[in-house]
């Protein structure tokens, strides 16, 4: 079966600082990959997707960058960390027809 | 992409029906329609999704109707563990999608 990893779980970080958050998915193979961004009560939004190993697109111009140095893995970072990169962020593979598989989420706080 | 419309918030007691309505008058052709639960500090998890017509699942039901403008999630007998954000969305799934997720509807059951 198909499972989806990402971690850390929580993360405080101070302004400034860089990040790297990573997923990795097992049990399938060329997936689409994806990262969100929720701020506390409000919806998700999508900030890159990847259709295979070095493709990235960017849904947002902002602070941060993604990254899919292999299949199943994708990264998302950032040099220098803002107040406003606050949230919680989630990876997600799927849009075959069977739906989104969403990771368990990293909440990031900047301090 | 199609733009979909919820009801920001509903309430309902333990053991009712529940139907949470989603407009998405530009739905194209090839889109089809998948709702996702969300509970706080989690990834959305994939409830159902459909085309057309009425899906049923274990969890859930799905209504539309011809005109695919809108859709309906329908919750039998809801208990308390319901609770949570129901998110309506409208894409394709057979492509490289980027579903945006809107602010979803908050469900609160009670006793």
């Known amino acids: 079966s198909q499972t989806i990893h990402q971690w850390p779980a929580t993360l405080v970080q101070p302004v400034g600082s860089p990040l790297s958050l990573e997923c990795t998915v097992e049990g399938t193979s060329n997936p689409n990959l994806y990262w969100y961004r929720q701020a506390a009560g409000r919806g998700l939004q999508l900030l890159f997707y990847?259709?295979?190993?070095?493709?990235i697109s960017s849904e947002v111009p902002q602070n941060l960058s993604a990254s899919r140095p292999q299949d199943r893995q994708f990264i998302l970072s950032s040099k220098k960390l803002l107040l406003s990169d606050s949230g919680f962020y989630l990876c997600a593979w799927g849009g075959q027809g069977d739906g989104y598989t969403f990771g368990s989420g990293t909440r990031l706080t900047v301090v | 992409l199609a733009k979909t419309t919820q009801p920001i918030s509903m309430d309902s007691y333990e053991g009712q029906e529940v139907n949470i309505t989603c407009s998405h008058n530009n739905i194209a052709t090839n889109d089809y329609i998948t709702w996702y639960q969300q509970f706080p500090s989690q990834g959305p998890r994939f409830i159902i999704q459909?085309?057309?017509t009425k899906v049923t699942n274990e969890v859930a039901s799905l209504f539309i109707p011809a005109d695919r403008k809108s859709s309906t999630l329908s919750l039998p007998r809801v208990s308390l563990s319901d609770t949570a954000v129901y998110y309506c969305?409208?894409?394709?799934?057979?492509?490289?999608?980027?579903?945006?997720f809107g602010t979803g509807t908050r469900l609160q059951v009670t006793l």
């Open positions: 969305l409208v894409g394709d799934t057979g492509t490289a999608s980027k579903l945006t």
């Open positions: 459909g085309y057309k």
């Open positions: 990847s259709v295979g190993i070095g493709q």
